[in-house]
């Protein structure tokens, strides 16, 4: 079977901005006097801003008005998007520039599949726009990761059949959208976490192409 698309995720996969909604998260929490973990991070992985907030308040039973719900989000994004506008070339993550010539040689297409309505941005940052043959609209989807819709999305865009697709994801939320997608699964991080995947590599740089397109 042949592969003809690469869909990344983003925040966790080509640079660090997982940790930056972490951390980003984690003082909200803190100000709510709700207690938050990396653990329970790894369930907000790949999760949108309202459902990310959504759990944090229901792990401090908590329960607030709609209005006070967005004032929260909004507070958590202004201090997530001082961290990511700090952010430079130098933060892609190694080994990503390699990877997408590789890509680009072997006529693979790639798409970009992030939840974040930051996401324009961050790649702006990184200076990396112009790799994606598509990108998402976060905005645009109408249900999040663990949905499989923005991942299908992006294949649909790039007129690519799924099972010719390898998703790449760091998050458990996401890795069941490429699932669900029904396309070849590429997790980035732990391998206990990441199990459902089809291969893990620790970090992107490790990705190792011949390996994938050899076992696919
Ligand atoms: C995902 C992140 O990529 O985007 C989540 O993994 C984040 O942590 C989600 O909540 C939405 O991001 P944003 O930038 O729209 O709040
Ligand atoms: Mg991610």
């Not at 994004?77 to 590789?102: A, T, W």
């Not at 620790?202 to 190792?208: A, E, F, K, N, V």
Request: hydrophobic residues 45%; glycine residues 8%.
């Amino acid at each position: 079977m042949s592969i003809n698309a690469f869909i990344f995720d983003l925040d966790g996969v080509l640079t660090d901005t997982a940790e930056y909604h972490y951390l980003a998260w984690a003082e909200l929490a803190n100000e709510l006097g709700i207690a938050f973990s990396r653990e329970d991070n790894e369930h907000l992985k790949g999760v949108d801003r309202m459902a990310s907030l959504a759990f944090i308040l229901d792990k401090g039973g908590i329960t607030l008005d709609e209005d006070k719900k967005l004032q929260l989000a909004d507070k958590k994004n202004q201090h997530y998007q001082q961290l990511i506008n700090r952010m430079s070339p130098e933060d892609l993550f190694e080994g990503v520039l390699p990877l997408f010539d590789q890509l680009k040689q072997q006529g693979i297409r790639i798409g970009l599949a992030s939840a974040s309505k930051n996401a324009a941005l961050v790649l702006t940052r990184l200076g990396i726009t112009d790799a994606f043959d598509y990108i998402a609209d976060a905005a645009k989807i109408a249900q999040g990761k663990p949905h499989p819709e923005i991942f299908l999305t992006v294949a649909k865009a790039l007129d690519i059949p799924v099972h010719s697709c390898v998703g790449v994801e760091d998050s458990i939320a996401g890795l069941h959208s490429i699932l669900d997608a029904g396309m070849h699964s590429i997790g980035i991080g732990d391998a206990e976490v990441l199990a459902a995947a089809d291969l893990v590599y620790p970090t992107i740089g490790q990705l190792d192409l011949a390996e994938i397109t050899t076992e696919f």
